[in-house]
């Protein structure tokens, strides 16, 4: 039993304060109620409503008799004498006469009042008033609950890794003096529902049938009438994809011998993915996000892949893309007369000008075109003139150009034809003869047709022989 030093013992008292008492408890005895008479309920007052643990608090019956001869206190919820912490009697001074469970804490005040000082957890519980009055005998009972400034909790796991449409549970840890439990995603409280369920006392969350919506930063509050605190923020983290896979910049990629390049694999993914690069269908052992690399042949043409892989989600995508090296076609005319001081590039017969994609050498005797499409299929011609004249070569009926090596027929015109046309058979820019001046023989032309495959069309080339752009295709 725990007594506070200097506190008043009864038994240390002699002279006429013991016989007062004695007189008291004499008197005292007169009035215990008889047997069948009905004790009035007390009720009990307590101050403050929420007392704290290492705080004060006052128990004082409502309008006790004025007439009342002593009151007596006691720890539970019956008047049991082993459970009595005091008695008092309205003398002045107050007389108080300690009982087997006063602790040295507790003192009698005005009006029948209990006082008690440093509270503790342990003071929690039933107390007792029996008031003894030879008008209105009086019996009440209150609980004390006495509170604690409540520590913080915490939430477990603190860290939490789960798949879509899977469940996880996370479980708040805090006093057990904590009344209330709540439950917050990212600072938003959470309210029970099919897919969140919680524990009868609130300290467990279940979520079932994970989304991506459950991500976030969970916190449980706990709450009593004198305080309210929250744990630190556990992370919920919910594993998907990769999905939505691409490679920067998209294809089909116009490749430049000798500029580097960068391609970057971006993909929507819980956690980061690992990547792996291939090209044309074997591994380059190269991994991470981006691929750089300095292109100084046609090697470096064909289809990137981008293999994305979630080692949580055990889920792995690929996304391709084509690269190519630019179409070059050049023309080339050779004039024997000296007096020609002009040259002039037709297709279709219609004037050409120079362009991004077409260009002329500086004597306009070389035509040259970047990027060949469609459009420019038809029969292209040169024009030469002096002051004096001007001639043009007329397109050839059919030309015979055999692949991959042969040598056309000498022409009789001057100047040279040739026909171009682009392939739409797959998405990159398909290969395209390329046709060029031979030497000069008996007054006429030599028509070289060489051929030029790239990788891009899986190794087939084509030799062009119409005049309109039609194309008659042969594997090499």
């Known amino acids: 039993m725990r007594r506070r030093p200097g506190s008043w013992d009864p038994l240390a008292w002699n002279g006429p304060w013991k016989g007062l008492l004695l007189a008291a408890s004499v008197l005292g005895s007169c009035f215990q109620p008889a047997p069948g008479q009905t004790q009035t309920p007390v009720t009990i007052v307590l101050t ?34 082993t459970s009595r912490i005091l008695t008092c009697f309205p ?21 029948c009042a209990l006082h008690i000082t440093g509270l503790t957890l342990n003071d929690t519980g039933n107390y007792t008033v029996q008031i003894q009055s030879p008008t209105s005998p009086g019996l009440g009972t209150v609980v004390l609950r006495v509170y604690e400034m409540l520590p913080r909790p915490t939430v477990t796991p603190n860290q939490t890794l789960v798949l879509e449409n899977k469940t996880f549970t996370l479980r708040c840890n805090s006093s057990p003096s904590a009344d209330t439990v709540l439950w917050l995603r990212d600072g938003a409280s959470l ?16 979520v079932l049938n994970v989304t991506r919506g459950d991500a976030g930063a969970y916190q449980c ?102 690269s190519c090296a630019p179409v070059f076609l ?58 004096i004249s001007t001639n043009r070569c007329d397109p050839i009926p059919r030309p015979h150009c055999p692949c991959p090596a042969g040598i056309a027929q000498p022409w009789r015109c001057g100047c040279l ?32 047709c060489l051929n030029l495959p790239l990788p891009c069309l899986s190794s087939r080339s084509l030799c062009w022989s119409r005049v309109t752009g039609g194309a008659d295709a042969g594997q090499s």
């Not at 929420?50 to 006691?74: E, I, M, R």
């Not at 107050?94 to 804490?105: D, E, M, S, Y």
Request: net charge negative.
């Open 48 to 81: 403050p409503p929420s007392p704290v643990v290492g705080g004060n608090v006052s128990l004082a019956p409502q309008n006790p008799p004025q007439d009342f001869v002593l009151c007596s206190w006691y720890r539970s919820a019956t008047a049991a004498e």
């Open 91 to 111: 003398h002045t001074p107050l007389v108080q006469q300690n009982g087997p469970a006063h602790t040295g804490l507790e003192t009698a005040g005005p009006g």
């Open 191 to 206: 309210a029970s529902s099919d897919r969140l369920v919680l524990s009868s006392d609130n300290r467990t969350l279940k």
């Open 221 to 322: 509050e706990v709450g009593n009438p004198v305080s309210s605190i929250r744990s630190e923020p556990g992370t919920v983290t919910v594993a998907y994809g990769p999905e939505s896979v691409r490679i920067d910049p998209p294809g089909p990629i116009t490749l430049t011998l000798g500029s580097p390049l960068t391609l970057t694999c971006v993909a929507d993914s819980i956690p980061a993915p690992s990547y792996r690069w291939g090209l044309n269908g074997t591994d380059t052992n190269q991994t991470g996000s981006s691929l750089t690399f300095n292109p100084m042949t046609l090697d470096h043409q064909g289809t990137y892949e981008c293999r994305a892989h979630n080692p949580i989600t055990n889920r792995t995508v690929s996304v391709c893309v084509t």
């Open 330 to 387: 050049a023309l080339s005319g050779q004039v024997y007369s000296p007096s020609v001081n002009t040259k002039l590039w037709l297709q279709d017969r219609a004037s050409l000008v120079p362009s991004e994609q077409l260009g002329l050498s500086p004597d306009n005797r070389t035509l040259m075109m970047l990027g060949v499409t469609q459009d420019d299929a038809g029969a292209y011609q040169g024009e030469v003139g002096n002051p």
């Open 417 to 448: 034809w040739g026909v171009v046309a682009a392939s739409t058979a797959i998405q990159a820019l398909a290969p395209v003869p390329r046709v060029a001046l031979g030497e000069r023989l008996g007054g006429g032309l030599w028509l070289n």
